[in-house]
C-alpha cells in the first residue's frame, strides 16, 4: 500500500490534490466551496437545531454552519478517525468563534446517539468510503428526528472517465487487456468507491424509511492538458487511506513491468494533447 497517505486528515489536507497543478487546485477549492453552499441551503438549516456532520473530514460543511450560526445551533463534529476530529478541534481553537460545538468518535454505522435526536444530519463525500450504503442510510434515518433532514453530496465514480476511454487502441501495446480489467474493477460490488449508483442509493434512502427522497445527478466536465508528472500522479495517488492505487489495482492483474509499460504509453498518448474529463456527482436531500 502506498506510503502517501498515512491518515485521513494528511489525505485531506495533501494527498488527494497531489496529481493536479496549482490551477486545478484553486479550481477545485472554489467549486468545494460552492458545493458546501448548496448543500448547506438544502438542509434548510435554523437557529436552536442539532445538526450533525458526519464523516466530517476538515470539517467543510461543519464549519459553514458555524460561519452562519456560531452559537446559535448545536453542532455536532463527528468522525470515526480521531485524527479528523483533531484537526478540526484545532482548527475551531485558532478562529475564536462563538460555538456550541461537540465531537463525537463515531463510525456512520453505529452512530452514538439516541434515536430521533438529530434536525439536520450531514455528509460529504462519506458513501463513497462505506461499504455498506443501506447500513449507513437505516442509521442516519434512526438518529434524525420525525421530519429531519438528511442532506449529502456525493461523487458517484462509477461513472467518471475511464483510462481507457482517453485513449484509442493503437496508442497502447495492451489496451483491450487494460480495458477489460479497468471495467472490472470499476464495477466491483466489495469497493465502496465504485458500488453504487445515482438510482441504488435513492433505492437505499426509500428502504431505510426516508420520504421525499431526492438525488439530483449533475455532470462535471473539465478540458486541459496534463503533464506527464500528473498523469504518474493518477496511477499512485491512492483515493483515500488504506485504498489501492490505480497501479496497484492494475496490479492485479498484470505484473509491475507491463502496467508500468502501460503508464509510459498512457504519459505518452496524453501529455500531447488536451483532454476532457467527466464526472458525475449527486446533490442528495431526504426527509424522515
Request: proline share 3%; aromatic share 12%; charged share 25%.
Amino acid at each position: 500500500m502506498s506510503d502517501m497517505c498515512k491518515n485521513w486528515s494528511t489525505w485531506l489536507k495533501k494527498t488527494r490534490f497531489s496529481y493536479m497543478n496549482d490551477v486545478q487546485i484553486q479550481q477545485t477549492l472554489n467549486w468545494l466551496m460552492n458545493i458546501k453552499n448548496i448543500v448547506l441551503d438544502m438542509a434548510d438549516l435554523k437557529e436552536n437545531q442539532k445538526i450533525a456532520d458526519f464523516g466530517c473530514g476538515s470539517g467543510l460543511l461543519g464549519f459553514g454552519i458555524l460561519e452562519r450560526f456560531q452559537d446559535r445551533v448545536e453542532l455536532i463534529f463527528s468522525d470515526k478517525f480521531q485524527d479528523c476530529l483533531d484537526e478540526c478541534q484545532n482548527i475551531l481553537k485558532n478562529s475564536k468563534i462563538k460555538n456550541n460545538v461537540k465531537f463525537l468518535k463515531s463510525d456512520i454505522y453505529d452512530i452514538k446517539l439516541e434515536n430521533n435526536y438529530l434536525d439536520r444530519a450531514l455528509t460529504r463525500s462519506v458513501l463513497v468510503h462505506v461499504l455498506n450504503k443501506q447500513q449507513a442510510f437505516n442509521e442516519l434515518y434512526r438518529v434524525l428526528k420525525p421530519q429531519g433532514i438528511y442532506c449529502a453530496f456525493e461523487p458517484i465514480i462509477s461513472q467518471n472517465t475511464r483510462y481507457y476511454e482517453l485513449l484509442i487502441p493503437d496508442e497502447a501495446s495492451d489496451y483491450f487487456d487494460f480495458k477489460k480489467a479497468e471495467m472490472e474493477f470499476m464495477s466491483n460490488p466489495d469497493d465502496p468507491l465504485v458500488n453504487f449508483s445515482a438510482q441504488s442509493l435513492d433505492l437505499n434512502m426509500q428502504e431505510a424509511g426516508f420520504s421525499d427522497v431526492l438525488v439530483n445527478v449533475q455532470k462535471v466536465t473539465s478540458k486541459y492538458s496534463p503533464t506527464t508528472e500528473a498523469i504518474q500522479n493518477w496511477f499512485i495517488t491512492p483515493p483515500a487511506p488504506n485504498q489501492k492505487t490505480m497501479k496497484e489495482r492494475f496490479m492485479e492483474y498484470f505484473d509491475e513491468k507491463k502496467v508500468d509499460n502501460y503508464i509510459e504509453e498512457v504519459k505518452l498518448a496524453l501529455s500531447k494533447r488536451e483532454i476532457r474529463v467527466c464526472s458525475d456527482t449527486a446533490l442528495i436531500k431526504a426527509i424522515k
